[in-house]
């Protein structure tokens, strides 16, 4: 079974491994200020818009495939993702942010 970076951080910090939290909470719970990981979810938007092919499907982790919009992550769901990555201390973006 594959962990997310939302269950790691989630059990890093005694939480349930399925929750979900707004920036505010995250904030406080990472003890990294709110402008940082607004930032990190603003790129994320941006990601989502400049390099679309490269979003997921829904439950999956697969990347690059030509499936219909209601089968890939909302932009929502993209951005937030890039904030639990974030938070996983992921190496893949935002370093300038750390």
Do not use: C
Request: aromatic letters at 10%; proline letters at 3%.
């Amino acid at each position: 079974m594959v962990v997310t970076h939302r269950q790691r951080f989630n059990i890093a910090h005694g939480l349930p491994a399925d929750s979900s939290h707004s920036l505010v909470e995250l904030a406080k719970i990472s003890g990294l200020k709110y402008s940082v990981l607004k930032e990190v979810e603003k790129r994320g938007f941006g990601a989502y818009n400049n390099n679309y092919s490269s979003v997921r499907e829904k439950g999956t982790f697969k990347k690059g495939t030509n499936a219909a919009p209601k089968f890939k992550l909302s932009p929502q769901q993209w951005a937030r993702a890039r904030v639990y990555s974030f938070l996983d201390n992921s190496k893949k973006h935002d370093l300038d942010l750390r």
